[in-house]
């Protein structure tokens, strides 16, 4: 009932920056936490960024300083400001949200935590 999109993937340089984006779409009723995680061939996925429906962030000890998570509340939007880029940031980019929505054909709300289908990323040497 709710969809996350991620877009804004690709093959950039290393040095180099991209801008992920992710829009949440369906019968919601308001996103806590919104997340950017990523997972590396043969690695577990991991968190990148955390970002509070009130603006407070969190990071990986590896992107710091160079990552910047921001959302939009009004569009149901999330980014990931990417500069920087090492080859060591190659993964599948996923974005996650803490969702409330309206369930089909009615008021009552539930709560799930929604997954993208991920985007990829690569950044050569």
């Known amino acids: 009932q709710v969809q996350l999109v991620e877009s804004g993937g690709g093959l950039v340089q290393a040095g180099g920056s991209l801008r992920l984006s992710c829009a949440a779409s369906?019968?919601?009723?308001?996103?806590?936490?919104m997340g950017w995680y990523r997972q590396a061939p043969g690695k577990q996925r991991e968190l990148v960024a955390g970002i509070t429906s009130g603006g407070s962030t969190n990071y990986a000890d590896s992107v710091k300083g160079r990552f910047t998570i921001s959302r939009d509340n009004a569009k149901n939007m999330v980014y990931l400001q990417m500069n920087s880029l090492k080859p060591e940031d190659t993964a599948v980019y996923y974005c996650?949200?803490?969702?409330?929505?309206?369930?089909?054909?009615?008021?009552?709300?539930?709560?799930?935590?929604?997954w993208g289908q991920g985007t990829q990323v690569t950044v050569s040497s």
């Open positions: 996650n949200g803490d969702v409330q929505y309206y369930r089909r054909g009615s008021l009552r709300r539930s709560r799930d935590d929604v």
């Open positions: 369906g019968r919601i009723f308001s996103i806590n936490t």
